[in-house]
C-alpha cells in the first residue's frame, strides 16, 4: 500500500512540477488591413461598373480633386475630367470587358506595411467595337484611397500595344 501511496505522490508532484502552457493572445486586427479589404471591394465594384460601361455610377467612387496617372509617357497627374473622357473612350471602343485573373494586394507605405491601398494585376478581355475582334490587355494599378474610402489617385501601367495585337 506504501508504494502505491508513493506512487500516487510521485505522480501528483511531477504533473504539477510541469509549466503550464499559455495559450497564444489573439494578433490585434490591423486596422490597416481592415481598410484594405473594404478598398477592395469598392476597387472591384469601381472596376465592375467601367466593365458594364456604367458611366454615371462609376465617377462615384472617386474624389472631385481625383487625379489619373495613365501608362503614357509625358501624361502624369491628369484631372478627373480627362480620366472621364479617357474611360468613356475606352466604354465605347471595347465591348465584353472583363478583368480576369484579377489579384488584389495591399498598397504599402513608406514604412513597407500595408497602408490601405490596393495594388491590382490582371488582364482585361474585351471585343474591339470597331474590329470585332478579341484583345487583351495585362493591367497593373494602384489605387490610393482617402479616410472617407474613396479613391484619390489611380496610377495605372499597361501596354496599349496590346490592345492591337492579334489573339
Known sequence: MKKIILLFV????????????KEP?????????????????????FLEAFSNNDSLNFGQYVTDDFIWSP??????????ATWEEAMKG??????????????YFAGLGEDQKPNGDVRVYGLWKSINAETGKDSRLKYYAVYFFNEAGKI????????????????
Open 10 to 21: 510521485a505522480i501528483v508532484l511531477l504533473a504539477s512540477c510541469q509549466e503550464k502552457v
Open 71 to 80: 501608362p503614357s509617357v509625358g501624361s502624369d497627374s491628369l484631372p478627373r
Open 152 to 167: 484619390t489617385h489611380q496610377a495605372e501601367w499597361y501596354d496599349t500595344a496590346d490592345l492591337t495585337k492579334e489573339f
Open 90 to 103: 475606352f466604354m465605347k471602343g471595347y465591348n465584353n470587358k472583363k478583368l480576369s485573373d484579377a489579384q
Open 25 to 45: 493572445e489573439a494578433p490585434m486586427p490591423d486596422p490597416n488591413m481592415e481598410k484594405f479589404h473594404k478598398n477592395v471591394e469598392t476597387t472591384k465594384a
